[in-house]
């Protein structure tokens, strides 16, 4: 007679996974005058007896509007996304920074697990600049009313 062993992973679909890159602590600079792509990375999940497809979806609030980016069926643990299209929903919007939250989802097609919520900071180059040549213009201009009026 043989004994089986029943794995404790029974019933046990996937393996939590931690979100590595970006941080709370990262300030990634974007611009509408370049295509650059930001990297994004997470552990690995796996699951026992299916292949593991991710999930990535990326939100931030302005306004009482939430604005949310998917990115589904990414077969690695990680992926890059164009900066270009957030700079120009940015500058559209008149945001010179925006705090960003997102998520990883693992999946099998059948059951998901999710990973606990990331955040970084999008800093728009592009309006940044502008602000501060429209504060020289302003400075400048305030120069030139004292001088004129002494």
Partial sequence: MRIF?????????????ELLYPTPLDTIEISINTDETIPFEWEESSDVDSEVSY???????????????????ILDTNYAISAYEYAILMTNLNLAIVNVNYIVEATDGEFTVVSDSGKFVFSNISLLLKIILCQKILLCIRT???????
Avoid: P
């Avoid at 990535?56 to 589904?72: A, R």
């Fill in 144 to 150: 030139i009313q004292i001088h004129l009026t002494q």
């Fill in 5 to 17: 062993e029943i794995s404790e992973t029974l019933g046990v679909h996937f393996s939590n996974f």
């Fill in 55 to 73: 999930n990535l979806t990326l939100t931030f609030d302005h306004n009482g509007n939430s604005y949310t980016s998917e990115y589904d069926n």
